[in-house]
């Protein structure tokens, strides 16, 4: 999988769709902004949760959208596969297939 890629075009594929329904995304727009604002709990650990998530929800766009961010805000391979490690556990063997994705996205995402 080419993480730049596809996320380009699902960035692509977003852009259509709110231009399609501009009131459905500007809210999940402002919900997102809301969730992910600094806060008791830091935007770095907002994103790690975003991916264990991601992975035990076999998304394979949010892995990658929330590995970006979770980079770009200074998190460490190490980081993602413990996260990893704790969606695998809580959600067993698919859940761990995914976290290898993850992983993968953090090294391609970060180069």
Known sequence: MDWKADLAETTRQIMTWRK????GAAGFTALATAAMAEGAV???NKELICIGIGISQ????????????????GATREQIAEVASVATYMGGGPA????????EAFDQLSA
């Open 58 to 73: 076999k998304c394979l766009d949010c892995i990658g959208y929330h590995v970006k961010a979770a980079i770009r805000l």
């Open 96 to 103: 761990h297939m995914y976290s290898v994705r993850a992983l």
């Open 20 to 23: 399609a329904a501009p009131e």
């Open 42 to 44: 830091s935007t770095l």
